[in-house]
């Protein structure tokens, strides 16, 4: 995903307890329930090619 920092602090919640940033070839442990290496390589071909992506739906 492509981000950008804007500022504010980050507060622990019921969903996350923390955060960080990671290259895509050096990703954190991941909660599969939730998200895979799959679905964040998608995200990575989806922002390469731009308007020619297509959109899929499961």
Known sequence: ML???EGGVFK???E?????YFT???LSLLATKK???EQIQ???DAYKAGEKWKTYFD
Not at 16 to 20: P, R, V, Y
């Open 3 to 5: 981000c950008e920092v």
């Open 42 to 44: 998608m995200c990575f």
């Open 35 to 37: 998200n895979n290496e």
């Open 12 to 14: 622990e919640n019921s």
């Open 24 to 26: 895509k070839d050096k």
């Open 16 to 20: 996350t307890i923390g955060f960080d």
